[in-house]
């Protein structure tokens, strides 16, 4: 079982910059892989970035450049660095940990950028 707290949410001006952060407890953290996913009204719920339990990243076409992904495993803990940010990255962000047939989600930070 993992339980995953995502924090770093909040109201942010078009162009300014967010830093979300997972902390994952409960199992082993470096077996995981980690993904952000964002949910905004009215619309599907997306990818936005993963990382490897080996440390290899991936970032959504559309946010590359803006949009990095981080794990510190000492810290059990996974950041996604948004930058530049812009209205339509308003959403409900989620972390997600995968292992296998592993699954888990955390509860999502709600990140709005106004127009």
């Known amino acids: 079982q993992v339980q995953l707290v995502e924090s770093g949410g909040g109201l942010v001006q078009p162009g300014g910059s967010l830093r979300l952060s997972c902390v994952a407890s409960?199992?082993?953290?470096?077996?995981?892989?980690m993904r952000w996913y964002r949910k905004a009204p009215g619309k599907e719920r997306e990818l936005v970035a993963g990382?490897?339990?080996?440390?290899?990243?991936n970032v959504r076409d559309s946010e590359e450049g803006r949009f990095t992904i981080s794990r510190d495993n000492a810290k059990n803990t996974v950041y996604l660095q948004m930058n530049n940010l812009k209205p339509e990255d308003t959403a409900v962000y989620y972390c997600?940990?995968?292992?296998?047939?592993?699954?888990?989600w955390g509860q999502g930070t709600q990140v709005t950028v106004p127009s």
């Open positions: 990382i490897t339990s080996g440390g290899y990243t």
């Open positions: 997600n940990a995968v292992w296998g047939s592993y699954e888990y």
């Open positions: 409960g199992s082993i953290f470096t077996m995981y892989a």
